[in-house]
C-alpha cells in the first residue's frame, strides 16, 4: 500500500497570503488528523475529518481551517499568514477508531515558511 | 489538562550501549500511550504502544516500553543503540475521553561511534 502523501512538500509564501495543503491518505482510511510542528511548541494538533466532517479541533485560530473529501483525501487552508505560522505541517491517515487507540499513519510534512 | 513530560530534550549514547528515553504522563486515569520515531526529513513513525493488558509492550527496532502506573511512566529501552537509531522520539498519549494525540516535547537521540 502506498504511504499518506502531501503535497506540495516545501512552500514559501508572505504574509497576509493564504496557503493550502494536500494530504492523500492510506488508501481505505477515512480519518485524516493534522499537526503543526514548530521548535517552540513542538507537535500540536490541529483538527481530525472523518467521512467528510470535522470531528475533533485543537486550539488553534479560525484562521486554520480544513476540510475533506468523499475520497478521504483532505485539505488544509491557512489564511492571512503570520510569521509564526512557518512550520512543518504534518498529516496523519488511520481508520478512524473514535478512542484514537488505531495507528495513525504520517506523512512526510509540508514545511511552510512565511517571510 | 492532561500533559507528557520527557526528560531530556537530548540524550547521547555509545553505539552498543543501552537507550532509555524517559516519558512521564500526569493523569489519575492511565492514558493511551505511544512512542513515535522523527528521521530528518520525514514524518513520524510508530514504534509502539499501550492501550490495555500487558504493561511491557515490544516494538519495532528492538525498542521496548513500560507502562508504570505507579509512577505514571513509560520510559523507551532498547539494549544495544545502533547508528541507525540517531532521530527524534515523540512520547505521546491519548486522554480518556479526547480524541487526541497529546504530544511531548521530544528527545533528540545521538549515537557515538
Known amino acids: 500500500k502506498a504511504g499518506v502523501t502531501q503535497t506540495p512538500r516545501y512552500l514559501i509564501k508572505t504574509r497576509g497570503q493564504q496557503v493550502t495543503l494536500s494530504c492523500s491518505p492510506i488508501?481505505?482510511?477515512?480519518?485524516v488528523s493534522w499537526y503543526q510542528q514548530t521548535p517552540g511548541q513542538g507537535l500540536q494538533f490541529l483538527f481530525e475529518?472523518?467521512?467528510?466532517?470535522?470531528?475533533n479541533k485543537g486550539n488553534f485560530p479560525g484562521r486554520f481551517s480544513g476540510r475533506q473529501f468523499s475520497n478521504s483525501r483532505s485539505e488544509m487552508n491557512v489564511s492571512t499568514l503570520e510569521l509564526g505560522d512557518s512550520a512543518l505541517y504534518l498529516c496523519?491517515?488511520?481508520?478512524?477508531?473514535?478512542?484514537?487507540?488505531?495507528?495513525?499513519?504520517f506523512g512526510p510534512g509540508t514545511r511552510l515558511t512565511v517571510l | 489538562a492532561q500533559s507528557v513530560t520527557q526528560l531530556g530534550s537530548h540524550v547521547s549514547v555509545s553505539e552498543g550501549a543501552l537507550v532509555l528515553l524517559r516519558c512521564n504522563y500526569s493523569?489519575?486515569?492511565?492514558?493511551?500511550l505511544f512512542w513515535y520515531v522523527q528521521y530528518p526529513n520525514q514524518g513520524l513513525q510508530l514504534l509502539l504502544k499501550?492501550?490495555?493488558?500487558?504493561?511491557l509492550v515490544k516494538g519495532i527496532n528492538g525498542f521496548e516500553a513500560e507502562f508504570k502506573k505507579s509512577e505514571t511512566s513509560f520510559h523507551l529501552t532498547k539494549p544495544s543503540a545502533h547508528m541507525s537509531d540517531a532521530a527524534e522520539y515523540f512520547c505521546?498519549?491519548?486522554?480518556?475521553?479526547?480524541?487526541?494525540?497529546?504530544f511531548g516535547q521530544g528527545t533528540r537521540l545521538t549515537i557515538n561511534p
Open positions: 496523519a491517515s488511520s481508520n478512524g477508531l473514535r478512542d484514537y487507540t488505531d495507528t495513525q499513519y
Open positions: 488508501s481505505g482510511h477515512r480519518s
Open positions: 475529518y472523518f467521512s467528510e466532517t470535522q470531528r
Open positions: 493523569s489519575s486515569v492511565p492514558p493511551y
Open positions: 499501550y492501550t490495555t493488558g500487558a504493561t
Open positions: 505521546a498519549v491519548v486522554p480518556q475521553g479526547a480524541q487526541k494525540l497529546v
